[in-house]
């Protein structure tokens, strides 16, 4: 699609154009929120457009959070002694001082103030939010508030700038505290600290650019990572820090729109499992603000996802342009992503997760390989990865399907990795296999294997040994081994809003297939073709081997590692060799391993390179 050259396009920035004069209303009554406008005379007609549809979304979320009623939250939180209260009490303050005359201010600011006395650490959940409230309504504060903000630069309380955590929580925390120490211009008794975060920002871009990262497209954490680079890259004087926080920001939008399936975090991720369509997941939120649809979306938003679109929406950060017509899949497909990943805090090993995307005009499909069998229930664990997701397109733009298959050792809606799921990907086809060793049997892992969908596409159709979905514009055809296979209408009283197909006992196999109903238009001309497809299990029982040629031609086998998270995989003849995968491999966007580049190509658009380094960064 071209911009501004179809009615439907034309007509959703007709739509949106009213809520941002508004917005820009709200700019010129109240001069110390100009920070927050665009410039439009620096944009071309078609960016003009876009920033429009942007500030409308951007409105839209800030009317929605203002909305919350702040006495009650105020004191909800002190009732329930919630622990991190800034989380869920800033966003609504800061969108509320955003709109200027409309909330009192003096409301807010008592809050706040009493907040920071009763609960005055300084830690990530408030950084995020705190460092945008500081600076874009400096001049409007009363003086206590502004002195409790100089307060976190004094001794004892800068030392917390410097807290540890997982990826997100030391993003949002020091990338703001650096932000707060850089361009605030107050003295900074102890300057190593601010040293310190710079070099770690460094460190964690470097990282980025060479084996990717450990929290690596997660829907959950993205979006507060993101509020840390977004603080910096707002907030700092120094033009080098903002520029490091722009290559950062350019590389997280990057991932994020490689993977994007229509406003749902495709494939595999780390620490997350969306299934939501925009309104789902804080990834998803922020996506909808860089590349979503209507305003009206917002409403749809939950006050969690909310809040970081929120940062999104009042940034002066926007992605680069060539990642919009990727976001929204306005690039030919299919296409297929390969891309590997480090391990959690340990990146000395190496790269050691494996990703296979593939995306189609109808749907999405990612697996993700890891090698160790890990039975660990708290912390970073295998619960948290997405190993695999199937995404199906709903043409109404709301309510994507997504289907989820895996063991059922830390969820019996198959999210994240039991101990032994083995997965061969190519295109559509997936070869799936759990088959439990003693030391799995010794930790409790369920003899059974899930394969999760939406209740609403009720009951398969069975064919042989196949089960088949119709789904929106695709066919899922899912033929299942075990002692025992079983479908259930719900997956439980917990989830009823999802059904599943359930294969039974210590050993578990799964072969899944898609086509698209434009190839096979109804269930004969599918069964046809599924009965030229060739399923070898012959010496499955024995020793784990099983071998598919799927609807597209593809021949799969798999020999299953007993002992291991990875089984012995051929590909059409070749054998899968996992060793020195680059970190995004595409045909629209590439990083070799360890070349410190991002290169982005797309059609019709300036193909663009990033290199980062230690020393700096730099725009080809």
Not at 73 to 99: F, G, T
Not at 189 to 200: H, V
Not at 428 to 443: F, H, M, P, S, T
Request: with cysteine; net charge positive; hydrophobic share 40%.
């Amino acid at each position: 699609m071209k911009y501004g050259k179809t009615i439907t396009w034309v007509l959703l920035m007709m739509i949106t154009f009213v809520g941002t004069v508004n917005f820009m209303g709200n700019l010129s009554a109240n001069k110390q929120l100009v920070s927050l406008a665009t410039d439009f005379s620096t944009l071309t007609r078609d960016e003009q457009i876009l920033e429009t549809a942007f500030q409308a979304r951007n409105l839209a979320i800030r009317e929605q959070l203002a909305a919350v009623d702040l006495n009650k939250l105020d004191a909800w939180w002190r009732r329930e002694q919630i622990s991190d209260p800034h989380k869920y009490l800033l966003p609504v303050i800061l969108s509320r001082l955003s709109l200027g005359k409309r909330y009192p201010a003096a409301e807010s600011w008592k809050i706040l103030l009493n907040m920071d006395k009763d609960k005055p650490d300084l830690y990530h959940f408030r950084a995020v939010f705190d460092i945008p409230i500081f600076f874009k309504f400096r001049k409007i504060m009363p003086q206590a508030v502004e002195a409790s903000y100089r307060r976190m630069l004094t001794s004892p309380h800068i030392w917390e700038w410097m807290e540890q955590g997982t990826e997100n929580h030391m993003a949002m925390q020091r990338l703001s505290g650096l932000a707060l120490m850089n361009g605030s211009g107050w003295p900074n008794p102890l300057p190593g600290i601010a040293a310190t975060n710079e070099a770690w920002l460094r460190a964690e871009l470097n990282k980025y650019f060479t084996i990717g990262q450990g929290e690596f497209h997660s829907s959950t954490y993205y979006g507060y990572a993101i509020g840390g680079w977004l603080n910096l890259y707002d907030f700092a004087k120094t033009p080098q820090l903002r520029q490091l926080a722009k290559a950062a920001l350019d590389w997280y939008a990057t991932n994020m729109a490689l993977r994007l399936s229509w406003g749902t975090a495709g494939g595999a991720e780390s620490r997350g499992f969306d299934r939501g369509t925009w309104d789902k997941s804080e990834l998803s939120a922020v996506a909808w603000m860089w590349w979503g649809d209507k305003p009206e979306t917002a409403k749809r938003l939950s006050e969690k996802s909310g809040r970081v679109a929120l940062l999104a929406g009042l940034s002066s950060y926007r992605p680069p342009s060539q990642l919009r017509v990727l976001a929204r899949k306005e690039v030919p497909l299919p296409f297929t992503l390969q891309a590997s990943h480090p391990g959690y805090y340990s990146y000395h090993q190496g790269n050691q997760f494996w990703e296979n995307f593939y995306i189609t005009p109808d749907y999405s499909l990612g697996t993700l390989l890891q090698p160790d069998r890990a039975y660990e229930v708290k912390g970073t664990i295998n619960a948290q990865y997405a190993t695999y997701k199937l995404v199906v397109r709903n043409p109404k733009g709301i309510d994507n399907a997504v289907i989820s298959l895996a063991g059922t050792f830390h969820s019996p809606m198959a999210t994240g990795s039991s101990p032994g799921d083995q997965y061969v990907q190519s295109q559509g086809a997936v070869i799936y296999q759990l088959r439990l060793n003693d030391e799995d049997k010794a930790a409790g892992i369920p003899g059974r294997s899930h394969l999760v969908l939406p209740a609403r596409y009720g009951k398969p159709v069975q064919q042989g040994n196949w089960y088949i979905w119709r789904i929106e514009n695709t066919w899922l055809c899912s033929r299942p081994w075990g002692d025992k296979i079983n479908w259930q209408e719900t997956v439980s009283a917990k989830n009823p809003d999802y059904q599943v197909l359930a294969a039974i006992g210590n050993q578990t196999a799964w072969v899944t297939d898609m086509a698209s109903v434009a190839d096979y238009p109804d269930l004969p001309s599918l069964v046809k073709a599924l009965k030229k497809t060739q399923i070898d299990d012959s010496a499955w029982k024995s020793s784990g081997q099983l071998t598919y040629t799927s609807l597209q031609g593809d021949r799969l086998s798999m020999t299953y590692e007993a002992n291991s998270g990875i089984g012995r995989a051929i590909i059409n003849g070749k054998e899968r060799i996992l060793k020195n995968w680059a970190v995004l491999d595409s045909p629209y966007v590439k990083e070799e391993l360890k070349s410190g580049v991002l290169s982005v190509k797309v059609p019709k658009q300036k193909s663009w390179r990033l290199r980062v380094a230690f020393t700096g960064v730099q725009w080809d």
